[in-house]
Nanobody, 126 residues
């Protein structure tokens, strides 16, 4: 399974960006995909994700109301619509996929994911 993330860039405070992550390879067995981010000097943290097994999405409290997670289980792609961006949102954003193991809830722990994308940089200037 390969994950290709795109959509990162530089944006001013209050601006918007949409990230996408497309899966390929043996992607038909993916049942959940998620987004994590890692800011300089900080640990990687869960942002949100989608479970196709459960038919639901989940976002971390820190981004609720500003970020929207969505997924396309035909294209096996997950999207992260980010609005009202703040400088604290500056980070490398990684997408991840849970493969084969059924998960009705959206996994929120790194160890629950089997494959990772290369990361895409999001920079929010003040």
């Amino acid at each position: 399974v390969q994950l290709q993330a795109s959509g990162g860039g530089v944006v001013k405070t209050g601006g918007s960006l949409t990230l996408s992550c497309a899966a390929s390879g043996r992607a038909l067995l993916i049942n959940a995909m998620g987004w994590f981010r890692q800011a300089p000097g900080k640990e990687r943290e869960f942002v949100g994700g989608v479970s196709w097994s459960g038919g639901n999405t989940y976002s971390a409290d820190s981004v609720k109301g500003r970020f929207t997670i969505s997924g396309d289980n035909v294209r096996i792609t997950v999207y992260l619509q980010m609005n009202a961006l703040k400088p604290d949102d500056t980070a490398v954003y990684y997408c991840a996929a849970r493969w084969r193991t059924i998960s009705f809830a959206v996994p929120s722990i790194e160890g629950d994911y089997d494959y990772w994308g290369q990361g895409t940089q999001v920079t929010v200037s003040s």
